[in-house]
């Protein structure tokens, strides 16, 4: 998928094409921009291949091509009616493309195992890094010692897939000959050790910087600070952060993949901390990720109340719910003045129930509604009427 990204600023512009002060700008920004004729070829290309591009146009409207939508376009405001889209800095990306060269020529070598470090260099492999991850020698008759390999392999394959695996004793000379051989050409290290354990294998902060000045260390630990020594796993974060509620199992593993974006986060910041003008330029960072601090960042919503009972995304509100229909579930999520008052009309309630959305009565009514209806009539009405809601089984 394409589409134009605007890194820089709206500015006045001629009816017929870029102010002088901007006829300097990059000429790839000037070729689709600028020539009209070049920029329908550049689209054309686009729709052959199933890309979604966006067309900057003069006047007060951005236009959009969908070709997943035939003879379609769809108009979003632009900032300025008066003046043309333009940018100092415009480029053209791609998942396929640029996301895979963003990190081009960074190294990253991992020891870290389960779910977060792993999850985390996936993305960053797929960002364009050079991804290695050292593991400890495998128990005999298996083909690796992380938990994830030996519990659900395919997720583990899922994440190390295209990424050079190497094992060794870290406790052993040999196995810190390995270790320190990867180290001298490595950008960023990622762990998920305890301090101490770190310590012991002489990968402390300072033993590091020490030795390889250059290197970005990124930790992962279950809590920060003194609390990073405490035994903890995503259950006990997200229940230390209000995010378990009965007897149920959280739906998904919400402190660990958050965790693991904090860590992709954290490396980018490093990569541009080490490469900022100044006294420390080129110089390595250390950076902790706690597992707990991304699962209290993932329930700001419930902690702020948004998501509890009373809370208008929490089931307060009628047009923001899971009910039954009659073959399934169907989860509304109706929540703004407008898609509130469609909700309420196709459920005969009238428009102006979109006014009473937080009382019983309306509760009532658009359940009654949605479980007379079935899945694929309710698919329909959300095509037709232009409702957020999503169908399930039960």
């Known amino acids: 998928m394409w589409c134009c990204t605007l890194t820089g600023c709206l500015t006045k512009a001629a009816q017929n094409g870029l102010s002088d002060r901007n006829r300097t700008c990059d000429p790839q920004l000037r070729r689709l921009l600028l020539y009209p004729t070049e920029l329908r070829t550049e689209i054309k ?15 007060d409207r951005i236009r959009t091509y969908d070709p997943l939508v035939p003879n379609q376009m769809r108009y979003q405001a632009a900032l300025r009616p008066e003046a043309v889209i333009v940018t100092h800095n415009a480029m053209m990306i791609s998942s396929t493309t640029t996301q895979s060269k963003a990190l081009k020529g960074v190294r990253v070598l991992t020891l870290a ?17 050079k991804c290695t991850k050292l593991e400890p020698l495998a128990p005999a008759g298996m083909s690796t010692a992380d938990p994830m390999g030996i519990y659900k392999p395919a997720a583990y394959e899922a994440m190390h897939k295209g990424m050079k695996v190497v094992q060794a004793d870290l406790k052993s000379d ?29 990968l402390g902060w300072n033993a ?50 958050g965790g693991s974006l904090f860590t992709t986060e954290a490396v980018l910041q490093a990569l541009l901390l080490r490469q900022r003008p100044g006294r420390a330029q080129g110089k390595g960072v250390f950076h902790e990720v706690a ?7 993932l329930a700001l919503p419930r902690t702020w109340g948004l998501t509890v009972p009373s809370g208008d995304v929490g089931g307060a509100h009628a047009g923001y719910k899971v009910y039954p229909c009659k073959n399934g579930r169907v989860a509304v999520a109706a929540l703004e003045p407008h898609f509130a008052a469609r909700l309420c009309e196709a459920a005969g309630l ?20 949605l479980a007379t209806q079935t899945r694929a009539q309710l698919d329909k009405l959300a095509s037709s009427k232009d409702i957020p809601l999503h169908t399930l089984p039960r």
Do not use: W
Not at 113 to 129: D, E, F, S, T, Y
Not at 239 to 256: I, Q, R, T
Not at 350 to 369: D, I, L, N, P, Y
């Open 350 to 369: 009238g428009k102006e129930a979109a006014k009473r959305m937080h009382q019983r009565s309306t509760h009532e009514g658009v359940a009654q509604f």
């Open 208 to 257: 590091l910087h020490k030795r390889y000045p250059a290197l970005c260390v990124l930790s992962i630990v279950g809590a920060p600070g003194e609390r990073a020594e405490e035994a903890g796993h995503d259950l006990t974060y997200q229940a230390d952060s209000g995010l378990v509620n009965g007897l149920e199992m959280p739906a998904s593993l919400y402190a660990d993949m």
């Open 45 to 59: 290309k686009g729709l052959e291949n199933e890309a979604f591009f966006i067309f900057y146009g003069r006047g």
């Open 174 to 202: 040999r196995g810190q000959a390995a270790l320190h051989k990867q180290l001298a050409q490595t950008d960023v290290l990622i762990t998920s050790f305890r301090p101490s354990a770190l310590i012991k294998l002489g």
């Open 291 to 297: 597992l707990s601090d991304a699962s209290a960042y």
């Open 113 to 129: 195992l389960n779910l977060p470090g792993p999850a985390a260099v996936m993305r960053l492999q797929a960002m364009g890094a």
